[in-house]
């Protein structure tokens, strides 16, 4: 079992500003996904990365893999307050999905 | 859209009674699981199903059981509810085959509450 361990637990900024999470694996990732998950939703996915060293933008949103596909990181420019909610970083091994704890990110206005 | 419904969005049940929690996706997906997510510890798979009347255990499939009678509904069951089984309840889906890069589709949850 690939253990996934996120960092920080817990993140509160103000309206404007950038954060930066992370996803780090006691294994190298086949590929590696991000769901983010509002209050009172269930998770959605955000990007997949496969390839390491791989960069994804979505909007004001930048995903990178890391070069030895054993971390990534996820960046938000000028947070708003719908970017709050719990980031989550999944491992996908054959449609078995193996989550970490996530980041709880909270803007505020 | 992908819709993943559940039966109930909250629950309080007292232990020893046995639990039903519902799913059902309209996409036509093949596959479907179930979670519980607890704080600190992220969603853990209990159960997940590839096909009609097939299941696999998931990582903590202990004190449940699982139903898939037909393609779009996967049933939850707590035999006999306990205490340490009050948790949010995720389920869900996805169409593609056993592979990497699968994307899920979760439903709002259940907040399931045993006392």
């Known amino acids: 079992t690939q253990l996934l361990e996120q960092s920080p637990q817990f993140l509160s900024i103000q309206e404007g500003e950038n954060l930066t999470v992370y996803c780090n694996s006691s294994s190298v990732f086949s590929s590696l996904q991000w769901y983010r998950q509002e209050p009172g939703e269930g998770p959605v996915l955000l990007v997949t990365v496969v390839t390491g060293g791989e960069v994804k933008k979505l909007k004001r949103l930048t995903f990178q893999f890391g070069d030895a596909r054993k971390d990534s990181s996820l960046h938000i420019t000028a947070a708003q307050p719908g970017d709050t909610g719990l980031y989550l970083c999944?491992?996908?091994?054959?449609?078995?999905?193996?989550f970490g704890a996530g980041t709880q990110v909270v803007v505020t206005p | 859209d992908v819709k993943v419904t559940q039966s109930s969005r909250y629950l309080v049940k007292r232990t020893g009674e046995k639990v039903f929690l519902e799913c059902v996706q309209d996409?036509?997906?093949?596959?479907m699981f179930w979670y519980r997510q607890d704080p600190g510890l992220g969603l853990r798979l209990i159960y997940f199903?590839?096909?009609?009347?097939?299941?696999e255990k998931g990582d903590i499939p202990e004190g449940y059981s699982v139903s898939r009678e037909k393609k779009e509904r996967f049933s939850l069951i707590l035999e006999s509810a306990s205490t340490n089984q009050t948790s949010m309840y995720l389920c869900?889906?996805?169409?593609?085959?056993?592979?990497?890069?699968?994307?899920?589709?979760f439903g709002p949850g259940t907040r399931l509450t045993v006392l």
């Open positions: 996409m036509d997906h093949e596959n």
């Open positions: 999944v491992s996908d091994s054959w449609g078995k999905l193996q």
């Open positions: 869900a889906s996805s169409g593609q085959k056993r592979g990497n890069n699968n994307e899920q589709f």
């Open positions: 199903s590839y096909d009609v009347k097939m299941k």
